[in-house]
Nanobody, 123 residues
Framework: QVQLVDSGGGLVQAGGSLRLSCAAS????????MGWFRQAPGKEREFVAT????????FYADSVKGRFTISRDNAKNMVYLQMNSLKPEDTAVYYC????????????????WGQGTQVTVSS
């Protein structure tokens, strides 16, 4: 069966960096768009970034544009989120997700989800 395993979260000071990883198995990885979403306490889940199967297309939420970079390695079935210049408002549980075909900013379009990894940014 399909499995997505998120990792790389932690506690970091404002202005610092973290790199999240997501290991995928049980799917033909290159045919799936991958996304990162986040959910802060008391808030709805929100889109962060998405990347196409070939890595040719990426989209970012305005709140992270210029600070976060999504990438993938199809040979390793991995997707990454490099997060720089972190702010306290980036604190959330981050989830990777997979959907067959094209990219999407909408979480409801994704079929498979990781378990989430906590990112905490202190001020």
């Amino acid at each position: 069966q399909v499995q997505l395993v998120d990792s790389g979260g932690g506690l970091v000071q404002a202005g610092g960096s973290l790199r999240l990883s997501c290991a995928a198995s049980g799917l033909t990885f290159s045919t799936y768009a991958m996304g990162w979403f986040r959910q802060a306490p008391g808030k709805e889940r929100e889109f962060v970034a998405t990347i196409s199967g070939s890595s040719s297309i990426t989209f970012y939420a305005d709140s992270v544009k210029g600070r976060f970079t999504i990438s993938r390695d199809n040979a390793k079935n991995m997707v990454y989120l490099q997060m720089n210049s972190l702010k306290p408002e980036d604190t959330a549980v981050y989830y990777c997700a997979a959907k067959y075909g094209t990219t999407s900013r909408r979480g409801e379009n994704y079929t498979y989800w990781g378990q989430g990894t906590q990112v905490t940014v202190s001020s």
